[in-house]
């Protein structure tokens, strides 16, 4: 993925401390990649390497780990995987940088790894729309003939979400306002559009439906904050 938002990726990673649940996405693995596993796990061969892209500083990497023989964790920022290398490097996970939108980077690591099972989450609506379609592209070829997706993005009423937790003072949600100093603003984004992403890539939809983020961030009341989501499990048509 080309710039700006590559440089404002590592911007954010650069400025984040090294510790588990600074991001506001950082939750623990209990509530997410550990949580998700009923969603997944019914369709995720074994014996295929797990691809966890995006994975920030590694927290849901390291817990797949625990399930699965071989994790890769990949992220185009270098800054994230630095965090991850220094805060789960002995989880025996292979962490990496990687641009998911560069479909000759997926044609090689597909020549590599051959087909994987990947878990991703929140990726697709931070790139800039004129990538989707790439990215897209190289999950089908990393997957192959007998991997699968599991997708998880921001559903629409997400951004009303956010705007209302942010109106509640100049002060509130700090971990959000975090990712926008960093210029990481969540792209509109409407009802289908996972689905259209997928589908038109050549992926057949298996599995799908609403999801909640349990953020690391807390409302002005002290509660958290919490953002409506959608996930889809995934194959080659």
Not at 14 to 35: K, L
Not at 152 to 172: F, H, N, Q, R, Y
Not at 191 to 198: A, P
Request: overall charge negative; some cysteine.
């Amino acid at each position: 993925m080309g710039q700006p938002v590559n440089a404002n990726w590592q911007g954010f990673w650069s400025d984040t401390a090294r510790e588990q649940g600074v991001a506001i996405w950082d939750s623990a693995p209990g509530v997410t990649s550990t949580a998700h596993l009923p969603l997944f796990e019914q369709h995720f061969a074994v014996d295929l390497p797990v691809l966890d892209i995006g994975c920030g500083n590694g927290t849901q990497s390291a817990a797949l780990a625990a399930h699965y023989p071989r994790v890769l964790g990949l992220d185009f920022a270098p800054a994230a995987i630095e965090h991850a290398t220094a805060l789960y490097g002995d989880s025996g996970v292979d962490f990496r940088t990687f641009d998911l939108a560069d479909t000759t980077a997926a044609t090689a690591l597909h020549a590599e790894l051959g087909d994987v099972n990947i878990y991703m989450r929140g990726v697709l609506h931070q790139m800039p729309d004129d990538r989707r379609a790439d990215a897209a592209a190289s999950l089908a070829t990393l997957i192959g003939a007998s991997g699968h997706l599991f997708a998880v993005e921001l559903a629409p009423a997400a951004g009303e979400t956010i705007k209302s937790a942010m109106s509640e003072s100049p002060t509130a949600v700090p971990k959000m306002r975090q990712v926008f100093k960093h210029n990481l603003t969540p792209a509109a984004w409407v009802d289908g559009k996972l689905e259209e992403l997928l589908t038109g890539a050549g992926l057949t939809i298996l599995d799908t439906g609403p999801i909640t983020l349990e953020g690391t961030d807390t409302r002005v009341d002290g509660t958290r904050l919490d953002l409506p989501m959608t996930y889809a499990v995934a194959r080659r048509a």
